[in-house]
């Protein structure tokens, strides 16, 4: 089974860090994403820009309606992620918790599959 693994920050937190910090985590967060490889559980992962850097793209009455970030009713962003492929939900969790995101971050769990499965 595919899941997501999303690594949701407080916006403000990458700008708060010194960069050695920021480097450090982000080395460290390589090195997890290394052992899933390792075990053949990585599908993809990628770090994300903040959402300043982001463009919302909506289609209202067939035209394209574009909205620069940040998105200014959340106060969190997704900041990156892993799609790993686990045999359950358990084992999801169990990795999400094992990320050193969750110390710094919220790692939300989220199965893959088609939009018409509720």
Do not use: T, W
Not at 24 to 45: I, K, P, T
Not at 67 to 83: K, S
Not at 96 to 102: E, F
């Amino acid at each position: 089974m595919e899941f997501l693994l999303m690594i949701v920050e407080a916006r403000a937190d990458r700008e708060g860090r010194a960069e050695e910090e920021g480097r450090a985590l982000y080395d460290e967060m390589v090195r997890f994403g290394d052992g899933l490889a390792a075990r053949g559980q990585l599908l993809a992962s990628r770090s994300l820009r903040p959402d300043k850097h982001g463009v919302r793209v909506q289609q209202h009455q067939g035209e394209a309606v574009l909205r620069d970030g940040p998105f200014a009713e959340a106060r969190e962003m997704v900041g990156g992620f892993y799609l790993i492929n686990c045999a359950n939900r358990d084992e999801a969790i169990a990795l999400a918790a094992q990320c050193p995101a969750a110390r710094f971050a919220a790692v939300e769990v989220r199965e893959c599959a088609p939009c018409h499965v509720g």
